[in-house]
């Protein structure tokens, strides 16, 4: 089948320009070449398409027929070609960004929402989910928050230990880096204990805390912290909600935990779509003012 497509694409061309060396050279390939597509599709659908002449080429019967439908073949070819080219070099179809809700609110949507609004052929499609493939769900650009920047670096973001007032009350306020050894952490991730590293005037200084209330979701951390489970390690841009309402506190405030990195990033420069990458200069715009 797809022998016969490539065929009919030659077909068309021939009839076209009126001849195999018309044909060729619209092609880059070499008559002989022509001649021989021109044949092989002649002998698959079983007929006659050109009667061939030393002055000239006439089409006959089958040939008229096929050329109608070897022209809409070609013409839709082309257009798909353009639309995907549409997409690629220009503002318009759906851009894909990958990010939590809290960033998505706190950062994304206030950065881009003039710029959506000035390209209106432009759709955001904001895609939140655990073990997102960025090539299989088709992302664009991730917005992700990590020790380690990613990407391109936008901004930094404060990490903190935070609890509920009701824990303080029932456990009694951290003094202290080494008293959080004492007090009931809960740890977001896979393991049962972490290393957590400070920083004040007086240098920096570690405890290693262990718990038995562990989860690999932040949000279920943080609500576990709110109802007075434990003390839990946050940033502010997830805690904002919960520290503005009351239902936290900062635990340890004089004491500074290693910051964050907002980063965005593609799968590679080289798949980077024209949108993708004005994206990221509205972000880098943003975040820069």
Same mark, same amino acid.
């Given at each position: 089948m797809l022998d016969n497509l490539r065929g009919m694409a030659v077909f068309a061309s021939v009839v076209r320009h009126g001849s195999f060396s018309g044909a060729a050279k619209e092609? #880059?390939? *070499? *008559?002989s070449a022509v001649s021989q597509q021109i044949r092989s599709l002649e002998n698959d659908l079983g007929v006659s398409l050109l009667h061939r002449s030393t002055r000239k080429l006439s089409l006959t019967e089958a040939g008229e027929s096929l050329y109608s439908s070897a022209t809409q073949? !070609? +013409?839709?070819? &082309?257009? #798909? /070609? =353009?639309s995907v080219i549409q997409? +690629? =070099?220009e503002l318009s179809g759906s851009l894909r960004i990958a990010t939590t809700p809290e960033l998505a609110k706190a950062y994304l949507l206030p950065a881009l929402s003039d710029w959506l609004v000035e390209h209106d052929n432009l759709s955001l499609n904001i895609i939140s989910r655990d073990n997102l493939d960025m090539i299989e769900d088709r992302v664009d650009v991730a917005l992700l928050l990590s020790e380690q920047a990613q990407g391109i670096a936008l901004k930094t973001v404060e990490q903190m230990l935070i609890a509920s007032p009701e824990y303080i009350k029932n456990h009694g306020v951290v003094e202290n880096v080494k008293a959080l050894a004492t007090h009931t952490m809960i740890i977001c991730g896979e393991k049962p204990s972490e290393s957590i590293e400070f920083k004040d005037a007086n240098g920096k200084q570690s405890v /290693? !805390? @262990? @718990? /038995? $209330? $562990? *989860?690999?979701n932040h949000a279920i951390a943080l609500n576990l912290a709110a109802e007075g489970?434990? $003390?839990?390690k946050t940033n502010a841009v997830d805690a904002k909600a919960l520290l &503005? @309402? #009351?239902k936290v506190v900062k635990i340890l405030p004089n004491h500074s935990l290693p910051m964050l990195t907002l980063s965005a990033v593609t799968i590679s420069k080289e798949q980077t779509t024209v949108k993708a990458q004005k994206c990221i200069e509205v972000l880098e715009a943003h975040f820069k003012n």
């Open positions: 092609l #880059g390939i *070499t *008559t073949m !070609v +013409k839709a070819a &082309e257009q #798909g /070609r =353009d997409l +690629k =070099d /290693r !805390v @262990s @718990s /038995r $209330i $562990i *989860t690999n489970y434990g $003390i839990t &503005e @309402s #009351g």
